[in-house]
């Protein structure tokens, strides 16, 4: 049958869907072995993996065939059979499997990094080609990979060509009318797909590696690409609204705060009193790129001494031990901290439309006369970083402002840690020259691929992988704080260190809730005292811990809370990926999924250990008020500064 049907004019299709399906199994079983340690091998499983996969693949291959499919619905008899059409053939079946073997190729060093399918990150690296492609090319050997990659692509061209294989395809006569039939029943084939296939059907297993497994590569980024936002009421278990935010309130309700609007529930507007005298200290919020917890001694690193200045600089500071970031990207951390609420489904709400102006940290020290600036040693525009925080009270600074003679070293990303530090104190010094108290809030650069870094500084050689880059970050890190004890201001400045998010968060659950933990800490020997908290907390609960360290009093919608005020029964954490939602509480994970689907894991903050059990009502009731009540009030706009 596959004989008679290479034999058609549509047989070119049917041999480029084999070799398709065919380099979709080598990289798919590639991509098992990468990670066999972690995929649940059982030979049931397995074959769930490969059939699931090959219906993905054929899914996949739907969308790619169209345009293929149309030239050979109105290619004429005359045209099709020429000599010229011969040679054209060949060259789209060379370009075509050169396409193929690359997204193969790509995958690879995607599940290398990222440990799963292509998702809204490789969305956001189609956008931000710049960035993306200087860094892989100072990470990978690019020339050498395209060489293989076109090597390989004639292999199979010359088995095409010499065992004849389009040859009959190529000199098939047909009727416009046949064309028409075979045509528009190949075109039904995607068209049923974008209206029925959903991407959960491959999300069925436990193992979130054998999830990912079984899809295809091309289809998660189409997926990607068209689920860039998730309506949380759509796909989420959800709760009667009003009964939603009367929850709400008791759970964000602390002794020293009062609601100002009790006849509309949705109004989460509430006054936080937190002294009689405010104080004006200046702010250095570094956050630090990809700073897992693990890293550090205080999570017992297993990393060698790759943080000596941070494991020191935590015995003099205010450290807490139990701090979870909210998501696995950047924006993610920056919106946590930014605005005080938990992660929406989909993309950051740093990178959404009506961005501008929202209730805010930064607004509200704006609104005290301090001067703000967000400072990033890279182009500030990738994920929207710029826009952002610029149509939210601060200034830009980003390595646009940088100058030449300021630079010593720089990669795709941007400049080293040292220059950005230098750049930092650089402007606090403009501030304090001014008269103003200061809120900077820095975005470093370093710990990430291509872990590229001065040499010399440490004794890691540089681009040798993440543990040099950790290392030289610390470094900085310690020499930034060295030299900013040495000015007029360091004596009324707080210095907050937070990492964005993880370094990674691939493992066999849903969510690995150990690899979310990471450090904050907050130092001036000169202000706070020493003191370390293990209160279970995340990255929305940074602005109100600050803002209670000031003494301030304000008018607040943040969802979080002051950490070194929680009660026992208060303590929480939210931890997300783009989709699955989960909420840690009384050693329990709770994650919701798209589907209304809610799971339930048991959890070993000691040892990471998760057990799947039964759901406690109370805790998903929770779970579910925070993330429906903070989706509500994103989508109606009603965390906005105006609206305060």
């Known amino acids: 049958m596959i004989i008679k049907g290479l034999k058609t004019r549509f047989g070119g299709i049917l041999l480029l869907f084999i070799i398709f399906v065919i380099i979709s199994f080598i990289s798919r079983t590639v991509l098992l072995g990468m990670s066999v340690s972690e995929v649940n091998t059982g030979i049931f499983s397995l074959l769930r993996v490969y059939i699931i996969g090959l219906f993905f693949d054929t899914v996949a291959f739907s969308y790619f065939m169209i345009p293929f499919v149309i030239f050979l619905m109105f290619a004429s008899d005359r045209f099709f059979n020429s000599v010229f059409h011969k040679w054209f053939a060949y060259i789209t079946y060379f370009i075509a499997c050169a396409i193929i073997l690359f997204n193969g190729a790509s995958e690879y060093f995607f599940w290398e990094e990222f440990g799963v399918r292509y998702n809204f990150i490789a969305v956001d690296y189609l956008v931000y080609t710049t960035e993306v492609l200087t860094n892989i090319w100072e990470s990978y050997p690019i020339p050498l990979l395209i060489s293989a990659i076109l090597l390989v692509d004639l292999g199979v061209i010359y088995l095409i060509f010499r065992n004849k294989l389009l040859v009959n395809s190529l000199q098939s006569k047909s009727t416009f009318r046949s064309r028409m039939i075979t045509g528009t029943a190949l075109l039904v084939l995607p068209i049923l797909s974008f209206l029925i296939v959903n991407f959960s059907w491959a999300e069925k297993a436990q193992n979130r590696y054998n999830n990912e497994l079984s899809k295809n590569g091309v289809y998660s980024l189409f997926a990607a690409f068209l689920n860039n936002e998730l309506d949380y009421q759509t796909f989420y278990i959800t709760h009667n609204n009003d009964q939603n935010f009367k929850r709400l309130r008791n759970l964000i309700k602390t002794d020293n705060s009062e609601f100002k609007n009790n006849n509309d529930l949705t109004d989460i507007s509430h006054l936080v009193t937190n002294g009689a005298e405010e104080k004006r200290y200046n702010v250095l919020f570094v956050t630090v790129e990809s700073l897992s917890?693990?890293?550090?001694?205080?999570?017992?690193?297993?990393?060698?001494?790759?943080?000596?200045?941070?494991?020191?600089?935590?015995?003099?500071?205010?450290?807490?031990t139990n701090?979870?970031?909210?998501?696995?990207?950047?924006?993610?951390?920056?919106?946590?901290?930014?605005?005080?609420?938990?992660?929406?489904?989909?993309?950051?709400?740093?990178?959404?439309?009506?961005?501008?102006?929202?209730?805010?940290?930064?607004?509200?020290?704006?609104?005290?006369?301090?001067?703000?600036?967000?400072?990033?040693?890279?182009?500030?525009?990738?994920?929207?970083?710029?826009?952002?925080f610029e149509n939210n009270g601060y200034n830009i600074v980003d390595n646009s402002e940088i100058a030449d003679n300021e630079v010593t070293f720089s990669n795709a990303w941007g400049v080293c840690d040292q220059d950005l530090f230098n750049k930092v104190l650089h402007e606090s010094d403009i501030s304090y020259a001014a008269g103003k108290p200061f809120l900077n809030l820095i975005m470093t650069t370093s710990n990430h691929r291509p872990f590229t870094y001065p040499e010399g500084v440490i004794d890691i050689p540089s681009g040798t992988g993440r543990e040099g880059a950790v290392k030289y970050c610390d470094y900085a890190i310690g020499e930034f704080i060295r030299k900013a004890s040495t000015k007029p201001w360091f004596s009324n400045t707080l210095i907050v260190i937070m990492a964005d998010h993880c370094a990674g968060s691939a493992g066999q659950t849903e969510l690995p809730f150990m690899q979310y933990q990471i450090p904050l800490i907050i130092y001036n020997p000169a202000i706070l005292s020493p003191q370390r908290s293990d209160k279970l907390s995340s990255q929305i609960d940074v602005a109100p811990t600050l803002l209670a360290l000031l003494n301030w009093n304000y008018e607040s919608k943040f969802f979080g809370k002051d950490i070194l005020k929680m009660k026992p029964e208060d303590e929480r954490a939210f931890i997300a990926n783009y989709q699955k939602l989960g909420y840690i509480k009384n050693d329990r994970l709770t994650i919701l999924s798209p589907h209304q689907k809610v799971t339930s894991y048991k959890i070993n903050r000691n040892t990471g250990a998760m057990k799947r059990e039964a759901i406690d009502e109370e805790v998903v009731n929770e779970a579910v008020t925070y993330y429906q009540s903070a989706s509500f009030v994103q989508k109606n706009r009603l965390n906005k500064w105006d609206n305060k």
Do not use: C, H
Request: no cysteine; hydrophobic share 35%.
């Open 293 to 320: 917890g693990e890293f550090m001694e205080y999570l017992g690193s297993k990393k060698g001494k790759i943080t000596p200045n941070l494991d020191t600089l935590v015995n003099n500071s205010l450290f807490f």
């Open 323 to 388: 701090f979870y970031a909210v998501g696995t990207r950047t924006i993610w951390g920056l919106e946590a901290a930014a605005l005080s609420a938990p992660p929406k489904p989909g993309q950051s709400v740093i990178k959404r439309p009506n961005s501008e102006n929202m209730f805010s940290m930064g607004q509200l020290f704006k609104a005290r006369g301090y001067d703000l600036k967000f400072i990033y040693g890279g182009n500030g525009y990738f994920d929207n970083m710029n826009y952002f």
